[in-house]
């Protein structure tokens, strides 16, 4: 090959590797990460990037010459010539994919085993995926359950994440936290994260399960340590009333019901409970409390069987009280 090109190869790489990169760079393709195993996650992703604008390069360069310079001249019928290959460049590009991917292989690897190493002295969260809903538990704080998931900063946490076994898939997602886990009905799969910084975001739900998949987020909370402890030491004088029941089940990511100021309309509006006691031809308690336990025996017209999850009969008796009361306007 004569010199000229090899330089203009040279030039055209690193001119297609600098447009690639700029695209890689100056779009903002990933949220800021918030924990360490983001940071180890976003390594790995830099890290493939960064081969992959390098053999972009060299390929655009092979072309952009190729179809430029040795492209036919429009009187030129003749064939090309005979050439069988060369066994130089098939070594090299046998060999140098073969280490790229191995790197690739083994930055992942060590990346994966760390972010799966759960330290001795960390913190346990339950986790419960439902239709259309998350519940966060606290062993450590005597089951403890909230609605947003509440963290202390700079502690590795490991979230146990299940569905009930008539539920359907979920999956917990915090795209500032990089990992995603499955929520299986009947199964307990976890993962490990270490938040590195305080803030508010949003936990999503990543698999499709049903008509409020869109709208199943919850909110993850990284505190600092005290305000964590000062949370988790004022929570329970919190969750009593059947106000707080209804939130931290999820009612109101499906109902619409005023005094909880909750406004979601997937499910039936709760304000018009006593009119559909009478349609039913029920009295209102008995009513409700059967509507939260087999939520089939009478459906609001317009609403499809099933929508409504069948697992809220295994709610704490006391619990049930208070909701059902809360719902027919006599308890908060
Ligand atoms: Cu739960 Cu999508």
Known sequence: MRRGVVVRLVVVGIAASAVALCVALFIPWLPTPASREADRIDFVFWFVSGISIAIFGLVAAVILIAVVRFRARPDDDSDGPPIHGHTG???VWTAVPA???TAISVVSAVALAQ?????RKHLTVDVLAQQFYWSFSYPKYHNLTS???RLPVNEAVQLRITARKNDVIHSFWVPQFRQKQDAVPGLVRTIVITPDRTGTW????TELCGLGHALMRARVVVMKKAAFAAWVGAAPKQTGGGKAVFVNNGCSSCHTFKPAGASATIGPDLDKLPAEARKAGQPL???VRESIVHP???IEPHYPP???PQTFGSLPKSQLDALVRFLIGKGK
């Open 99 to 101: 280490v790229l991917v």
């Open 306 to 308: 099933n929508l409504m």
């Open 147 to 149: 609605n947003v998931l």
């Open 89 to 91: 460049l098939e070594i």
């Open 202 to 205: 949003a936990v999503i739900c």
């Open 285 to 287: 308690e008995q009513f």
């Open 296 to 298: 089939n025996a009478y």
């Open 115 to 119: 972010n799966d190493s759960l330290p």
